[in-house]
């Protein structure tokens, strides 16, 4: 059964930079998508960025395009989150997702059904 656990989350203050890293075990995802969505009180679950596994084709929200970088690391089964330049409007619980069937980063960022989920890493960006 798959199994993804978020760690790297915590609080900095805008301007700063964190790292979320995503490690699954249970399933190789070799060949599968993976990404990260975010979900701030009282708001709905966004996709931020998705990571294709064939091409290595990424997809971003509007709102981290330039500041944030998803990679991959498949012999770890791993998928990272570089967050820089955070802003307040950054804080958010970041959940980690996956999906065991072939699909395009956009639409695994933009059509949450399917996904599997990890348990969620706090983000705070407050000075």
């Known amino acids: 059964q798959l199994q993804l656990v978020e760690s790297g989350g915590g609080r900095v203050q805008p301007g700063g930079s964190l790292r979320l890293s995503c490690a699954a075990s249970?399933?190789?995802?070799?060949?599968?998508?993976m990404g990260w969505y975010r979900q701030a009180p009282g708001k709905e679950r966004e996709g931020v960025s998705c990571?294709?596994?064939?091409?290595?084709?990424?997809y971003y929200a509007d709102s981290v395009k330039g500041r944030f970088t998803i990679s991959r690391d498949n012999a770890k089964n791993t998928v990272y989150l570089q967050m820089n330049s955070l802003k307040p409007e950054d804080t958010a619980v970041y959940y980690c997702?996956?999906?065991?069937?072939?699909?395009?980063?956009?639409?695994?960022?933009?059509?949450?059904?399917?996904?599997?989920w990890g348990q969620g890493t706090q983000v705070t960006v407050s000075s």
């Open positions: 249970g399933v190789t995802l070799d060949y599968y998508p």
């Open positions: 997702a996956a999906r065991l069937s072939i699909t395009t980063a956009r639409a695994m960022c933009t059509i949450p059904l399917k996904n599997n």
């Open positions: 990571i294709n596994s064939s091409d290595g084709s990424t």
